[in-house]
Every structure is written in structure tokens, then in C-alpha cells.
């Protein structure tokens, strides 16, 4: 609804949006085998004997997998939000928006509660490493039923487990009404040449499904059978007549599920928000060019990342002798695929942009870039080469670096120029002659961009934590003073020999290393020809990365292969050719 008062415009609106997010698990609906040559070799020729067809001809499997309950969700969600907004023109050169946007968007919950959540009430890990006052988590279903309804399995008994938490609701995860988007915004003409605008909004993300389903792959499982090593004793008419129960269900002779991984959401998420501003100036060169600059930024907060909540902690020291399970904070669990609101961003950016309008046959653009963006974790999960989880999930802090995407500087210049031959340009002549020397035009881009980052890699779990450790910084530059595609990056800035290593952190941050950048040229050469007032061909020929150049591939970051370290093994895309006919109508 629009509403036009004076020098006020008023505009309120409202949204109510019925969200649905139907998923099927892909987890071996139909089971997975298989084989190793170990039921076809000669036991007195092994190395040239024995192949894994043959085995699979045998029908003896090692190793046979099969779903005993296929995880499924109809997740519903029913959200809403309204907004007001006044543009307000103070003056005829200065106008002010002010708005306010309200949300509410609640978690999925599954139509027929088929997930599970862990109701993690306390950290497990305190400054001075695990504490004994803290609650088991326990293992929620929503509703009011039995827990394991529609399960073809049971959970151990050392997993608590309990149906309904009227505090969390279906959702299993607490609901944030607090999603209030302020927005402002100011545009300053002080000439008819300048013209200045800035402006702030609060931006709410909405609920990732996907994330929800995790809460439903609790409920599917899957069970293994690993046959003998020497002679397989798995055959595929009965590949499990042999597996036996590994882990202890009272009163229950089905499968029984063992300590394992679990996924959660935690149950005190807060909606997720971006703040963005901006400050743009901009100059009207001529009748067809404009100069402008900019200024932009962002901060992200409570984003979401995985963070496992029953990692490990590291060995006291060279006498610590505790196994990894008794280092975890509840030992009747294993990982705990934990999505939380953990993750803080920044953004900050400036840029020039030179832009022509087409006009005498000419038009361009021009861009640079120079920012950078910093993070605590770019996505939720693996992201182009980003850590699964933090360097240790109890201080993410630690794991504060470059964002994954981040592009220090990147310039882009665009171009597109008619020759000035045929009808109304040089060269003029008859029908025919203007259809052979006019309509051709030459376009080019051009691209400079700096790498974005990479992880150094892991050099094992040196600290029995089941995750990679990372090396040390040894305070020389990873840039060599002699850059090269054998040489792009100098391994000793890392070092891994210290023996503390076996119970503290390396001291290398988060995306340390930059790959190779881009330089690239792109060319195009059109033909355009009208065959009618509304009707034309036209013909290109493109050529990208034009010069051949070759921009390299990222080297492989693992000091455990110095060899390979930092040593450029392939290239990008190099020249493509291509060639179109297009009918404009």
C-alpha cells in the first residue's frame, strides 16, 4: 500500500509465505558391496593373482552396507514479516528513506516429527578443560508418543534419550521474534553533475532446510558387515548372516545402534543477520561518461558453521595417556555435527568504476576493487577447500582469517567499439557495400584479480583428537624471495617437528596462503546485419583467454610432500574458440 502526503511517500507492506521442504536421504537406499580380490587370489601368488570382478562374480563381498531406515522429512514452516517505509524529499536536492522491516521466520518442523535433536544444555568444556557438573545431552523427538516409533532400531543404552520438550516445541530449536531490519538511506544532489548517496540496512537470513534435515538423518541408519580378512565370508544371497550385535539395546534383538556421530541444531539459535552500508559518490563526467566511487561494507553475525561440541580435548602433555573417548566430554557419544550461530564476518571494500554509455560507436566500463573479507568459517560446511570444522571447535576465535572467497584486488575493463565503416560512417556507399564494410564491431574484456585463499594442510592428527593438527609458523614469509611456478610458495614458513605438537594447536591461522590470481583476456569480433526493421543477423567470433595465457591452478599446500609443496602442476582454462550466428527478433 502506497500513500503520497506531502513531500512523504509512504509504503507498508506484508508477506505470510507457507514454506515446504520435502527431502529423501541418498545414504545406500539399496545398499552398497564391496570387493577386494581377497575371494579370487591364489594365497600362494597374492601380488599377481585375484581381481575384484572376479569376485564380485563369486558374489563374496568384503565389506556390505544396507539402510535400515531411509532418513525422510516434510518440513513445514509458516513465516511472516511486514515492513513501513518513508521516502521522505527534505529538499529538492536531498531526499531521506527511513523503513522498518519486521520477520518471523521459525524453524522448520517435520509434519510428522520424524527428527531427533540433542538438547545440549551446558558446555562440556570449560577455561580449565572438561567439566564433570554438566548434563548428558539428551536425545529429543518431538510429540508426545513413543521415542521410537516407525524405528526399526534402537540407540545404546548409555544414549538418554526422551519424547517432547515442551520448551522447544516440534521445532526442537527456539524460536527468535526479535528480527527487527531497520533501513535508512540519504541522496545528496548538490550539482547537476554530482550527486552522493549513502545508506544502512539490517538483513535476516532465512531458514536453510537442509540444515533441518540433519535433524531427520538421525533417524537413518545404516548397518555394516566386514567379512574375514584372508577368505570373504559374505556372500551376496546372504550378506549379513554372520553380523552380530556390537553394542548393548535392553530388550531388543534387532540392530542396535553404538556410540556415533550425531547432527544437531542448536536449540538457542538466533537468526543470523548481515548489516550492510555504503557511501557512493559519483560524477558526471560529459553527456555519456560518469566516474564513480564507492565505499562498502558488511558485518556479518551469528552465522552459521558446524562445530563439534564433543571434540576431544588435547593430551595434558608428553604423560597425559588418556584414549580420545575419555577426552570427550560425554564418552556415550562420538562427533557432534553441531550447526551453530558462531560465525562473525567483516567486509570491507572500495571501488572506482569509469562507465561510457554507447555513443559514437563507443561504450566501456571500468572496475576496480580493492577489499578485504575476514570470517570466523564461509560456510556451513565445506566451502571451495574451507575446514569442515574449526581448528578447535571450543575457541573459533582461533579460526578467525581470510574468508574463502575473499579477492584482495580485482580490476575488470569491458569494451565494445563499432568501426566507424558502412551506412553513416566512413566509407559509405551502396546497399551492398554498406552490408560488406558495416555492422562490425570488436569487443574485448579484460581481468586482473588476485587468488583467494587456501588452508596450509593438515600434518595429522598428531594430538588424538580425530582431527588434523596444523604446523607452526616459523615467522619466515611463505612468499619466496624467487617466485616461481616451481617455487610459488616457501615451505619453510611452516614446521611441524616440534614434539608439543602432540598436544597443542599448531600456530598457523586460518587460510594463510594465497593462490596463483587471474589475468585474462577475452575478445570478440561481431558482424550485425539487418535484414528488416525488426529482424537482423548477427555473427561472432570469440575468443577467451585470448592470448593463451596461463593462469595457474592452486599448488598442493601439504608440507608432509616437500616435494610437491607449493610447485605449480597445471593451468586453467586456456584459449576456446567460438563461434555463433544469432537471429534478433
Known amino acids: 500500500m502506497s500513500i503520497v502526503k506531502g513531500n512523504h511517500s509512504l509504503k507498508f507492506g506484508g508477506e505470510i509465505r507457507r514454506n515446504r521442504f520435502n527431502e529423501l536421504g541418498n545414504a545406500f537406499p539399496r545398499g552398497a558391496f564391496a570387493f577386494d580380490a581377497k575371494a579370487s587370489f591364489d594365497p600362494a601368488r597374492r601380488a599377481a593373482t585375484g581381481h575384484n570382478y572376479a569376485d564380485f562374480l563369486l558374489g563374496e563381498s568384503r565389506q556390505s552396507q544396507r539402510i535400515l531406515l531411509l532418513p525422510s522429512a516434510l518440513l513445514r514452516s509458516n513465516a511472516f514479516s511486514a515492513y513501513a517505509e518513508d521516502t521522505w524529499k527534505l529538499t529538492s536536492r536531498i531526499t531521506l528513506n527511513l523503513g522498518l522491516r519486521y520477520e518471523f521466520s521459525p524453524p522448520y518442523h517435520d509434519k510428522y516429527d ?41 540407540f545404546h543404552d548409555s544414549i538418554p534419550i526422551q519424547s517432547g520438550d515442551d520448551d522447544l516445541g516440534r521445532e526442537l530449536v527456539r524460536k527468535d521474534y526479535n528480527d527487527f531490519g531497520p533501513r535508512v538511506g540519504i541522496a545528496f544532489r548538490p550539482s547537476d553533475r554530482w550527486s552522493i548517496r549513502t545508506g544502512f540496512g539490517m538483513f535476516f537470513t532465512q531458514d536453510i532446510g537442509e540444515v533441518r534435515f540433519d535433524l531427520a538423518r538421525n533417524l537413518g541408519a545404516r548397518s555394516s558387515y566386514v567379512s574375514d580378512e584372508e577368505r570373504p565370508n559374505s556372500n551376496l544371497s546372504n550378506p549379513w548372516q554372520f553380523e552380530t550385535a556390537t553394542s548393548r539395546c535392553t530388550g531388543w534383538a534387532g540392530f542396535c545402534q553404538g556410540v556415533g556421530s550425531m547432527l544437531s541444531n542448536n536449540v538457542n539459535r538466533r537468526t543470523p543477520f548481515v548489516m550492510q552500508w555504503v557511501f557512493d559518490v559519483q560524477r558526471q563526467l560529459d553527456a555519456d561518461t560518469t566516474l564513480e566511487l564507492d565505499y562498502m561494507g558488511n558485518g556479518g553475525r551469528k552465522l552459521e558453521r558446524w562445530r563439534n561440541w564433543n571434540e576431544a580435548v588435547p593430551r595434558g602433555g608428553p604423560t597425559d595417556s588418556r584414549p580420545l573417548q575419555q577426552r570427550r566430554p560425554w564418552p556415550a557419544y562420538g562427533i557432534m555435527f553441531n550447526v551453530d550461530g558462531v560465525v562473525d564476518s567483516s567486509y570491507h571494500a572500495g571501488s572506482v568504476k569509469l562507465r561510457r554509455r554507447f555513443a559514437k560507436g563507443l561504450t566501456y566500463l571500468t572496475g576496480f576493487t580493492w577489499s578485504k573479507s575476514i570470517d570466523t568459517g564461509s560456510a556451513i560446511r565445506n566451502h571451495s577447500g574451507d575446514t569442515l570444522f574449526p581448528g578447535t571447535s571450543y575457541d573459533i576465535r582461533s579460526w578467525r582469517g581470510l574468508s574463502q572467497f575473499h579477492t584482495g584486488r580485482r580490476l575488470v575493463m569491458s569494451v565494445l567499439y563499432e568501426l566507424p565503416f558502412g551506412r553513416d560512417h566512413f566509407a559509405s556507399g551502396s546497399k551492398p557495400v554498406n552490408r560488406l564494410v558495416g555492422g562490425w564491431q570488436l569487443g574485448s574484456i579484460f581481468t586482473f584479480s588476485d587468488g583467494t585463499p587456501l588452508q596450509v594442510g593438515g600434518i595429522g592428527d598428531t594430538r588424538n583428537t580425530e582431527f588434523d593438527n596444523y604446523p607452526d609458523a616459523t615467522g619466515i614469509s611463505a612468499i619466496p624471495s624467487g617466485r616461481s611456478a616451481d617455487n610459488f610458495w616457501n615451505i619453510a614458513a611452516f614446521g611441524s617437528t616440534s614434539p608439543e605438537l602432540a598436544y597443542r594447536m599448531g600456530t598457523v591461522g586460518r587460510n594463510t596462503l594465497l593462490s596463483p590470481g587471474l589475468r585474462s583476456w577475452d575478445f570478440s569480433v561481431l558482424k550485425n546485419v539487418t535484414l528488416a526493421e525488426r529482424h537482423s543477423l548477427q555473427f561472432r567470433v570469440e575468443a577467451f583467454n585470448f592470448p593463451n595465457h596461463a593462469n595457474w591452478t592452486p599448488p598442493p599446500a601439504d608440507i608432509r610432500n616437500p616435494a610437491t609443496f607449493g610447485r605449480v602442476a597445471s593451468a586453467r582454462t586456456m584459449r576456446e574458440l567460438q563461434v555463433g550466428l544469432k537471429y534478433i527478433f
Not at 117 to 136: C, E, H, Q, S
Open 114 to 154: 520424524a527428527i531427533l535433536n540433542l538438547r545440549i544444555f551446558d558446555p562440556g568444556v570449560g577455561p580449565n578443560g572438561l567439566r564433570a557438573d554438566t548434563k548428558v545431552p539428551v536425545l529429543t523427538r518431538p510429540g508426545s508418543g513413543d521415542f521410537y516409533r516407525g524405528v526399526p532400531f534402537r
